[in-house]
C-alpha cells in the first residue's frame, strides 16, 4: 500500500447553487469557479471536522464516560492569490455571498468533475475580506472567512 499524495491532488471550487448537496452534478460544479490555482499551498483553512465530546458519568459512577456530541468546523477561511487584471475569485467572494465550497482530494485537479466522484459540500457565507500584511518574497495574499451556513454533506457523490 502506497501514500496517496496531496500535491496537485486538490481541487476547491465556489459553486453558487446545488439542488442537491448530496449528489451535485456535474453541470453544477462545470458552472462553478474553480480556485485551487489561486490560493496559496496552506489555504485551505479550517475544513477540518471535530466532535465535542458529552459527559455520561453519573453521580455514582468511578469512572468518566463520554459520547459524541455535536460535529463542527472552527475558522474556515480560503487564502487566495490576489491577481492582476481580471480576478473572479477576487470579485466574486465578497461579504454577503453564499453558495458552496466544494472540495474534491486524491484525484489530479486538472481531472474534471465526473459522475461518481466522492466530494465535501460546505453550503457557506462569506464574511469580510482581509488582506494579509505584505511579506518580503511573497506574493499579495487575502483571506476570505466561510462560515458554515447547514450541515456539510462530507461524504457527497458527483451525480451525472
Known amino acids: ?8 491532488r ?9 439542488a442537491n448537496p448530496a449528489a451535485p452534478t456535474v453541470d453544477e460544479l462545470n458552472g462553478g469557479l474553480l480556485l485551487q490555482d489561486v490560493m496559496t499551498a496552506d489555504g485551505l483553512v479550517g475544513f477540518e471536522a471535530s466532535t465535542a465530546e458529552v459527559d455520561t458519568s453519573s453521580l455514582g459512577s468511578t469512572f468518566d464516560t463520554k459520547t459524541i456530541g455535536r460535529d463542527s468546523f472552527s475558522g474556515t477561511l480560503l487564502r487566495l492569490k490576489k491577481q492582476t487584471g481580471s480576478d473572479p475569485a477576487f470579485t466574486t467572494l465578497t461579504r454577503g455571498t453564499d453558495g458552496y465550497v466544494v472540495i474534491r482530494r486524491d ?3 486538472d481531472t474534471g468533475w465526473a ?3 466522492d466530494v465535501e459540500v460546505y ?5 469580510r475580506r482581509r488582506n494579509l500584511p505584505p511579506e518580503a518574497n ?3 495574499r487575502y483571506e476570505v ?3 458554515i451556513t447547514d450541515d456539510p ?3 457527497a457523490v458527483v451525480a451525472s
Open 1 to 8: 500500500m502506497a501514500d496517496s499524495l496531496a500535491d496537485g
Open 10 to 18: 486538490t481541487r476547491v471550487a465556489y459553486v453558487p447553487s446545488i
Open 107 to 109: 484525484v489530479a485537479k
Open 115 to 117: 459522475a461518481g466522484q
Open 123 to 127: 453550503p457557506i457565507i462569506c464574511g
Open 138 to 140: 511573497s506574493v499579495r
Open 145 to 147: 472567512p466561510t462560515m
Open 153 to 155: 454533506e462530507l461524504d
